[in-house]
């Protein structure tokens, strides 16, 4: 086995997750809003998405399927549409609210599991991983079935650990007045990366 390869997958992969991006603000803000547990469904909503693109990368890498490049182009702008719908929503919560407790009551209910799933299938930066990325890394072992079963385990852990740091960091500011402006930093970031993807997309 390749140790230094799977050693540089693992960095790789806690650079990505961290990076500011739709999955990573989605969290903070799903657990500014609705605490551990809404948080806790969003990433279990984006690790599902992670494990489906990570299953699609697979049957491409064994010749299984094939994806035309006008499909991927196509996800990944309503992607984008979808991502700023939800960094939209968020914002006009922020600017609506009448004081900081009502928009943490009227917003518990967002985040969740099927947002976190939608956001991260659509995730163009996640389509670009397990497209481009994540295959380059399978000849960590003689054995592409092991590589891949061990690939796809240290991602799930990876992101699951990750993202929970995410929200603790979040959630510690949350505890200051400011935070209904963090929540609409949130919003305005996801809106901000929504557009950068679909302006990546077309050039």
């Not at 690790?47 to 182009?73: M, P, Q, R």
């Not at 009227?106 to 996640?126: C, E, H, M």
């Not at 930093?185 to 950068?196: D, F, K, M, R, T």
């Amino acid at each position: 086995m390749n140790y230094f390869e799977y050693l540089l997958f693992i960095v790789s992969v806690v650079v990505l997750i961290a990076t500011p991006g739709p999955v990573m603000i989605l969290v903070a803000s799903a657990g500014l809003k609705g605490g551990y547990k809404k948080a806790l469904q969003t990433i279990f909503g984006t690790n599902f998405a992670s494990l489906i693109l990570i299953f699609i990368s697979v049957l491409i890498l064994k010749g299984f399927l094939t994806i035309d490049e006008n499909y991927l182009k196509a996800i990944r702008v309503l992607g984008c549409l979808y991502i700023a719908y939800l960094g939209y929503s968020i914002i006009k919560e922020v600017i609506q609210a009448p004081h900081p407790t009502a928009i943490q009551t009227v917003s518990a209910q967002n985040g969740g599991f099927k947002k976190g799933f939608l956001v991260g299938i659509s995730n163009p930066k996640d389509i670009i991983f397990f497209s481009a990325f994540f295959p380059q890394f399978i000849s960590i072992s003689p054995n592409i079935n092991f590589s891949l079963s061990l690939l796809t385990v240290t991602w799930i852990v990876l992101d699951f650990l990750t993202l929970s740091l995410v929200y603790l960091f979040f959630r510690r500011l949350s505890q200051s007045s400011i935070y209904p402006k963090i929540l609409g930093l949130c919003g305005a970031l996801l809106v901000l990366i929504a557009l950068y993807g679909l302006i990546e997309t077309f050039i």
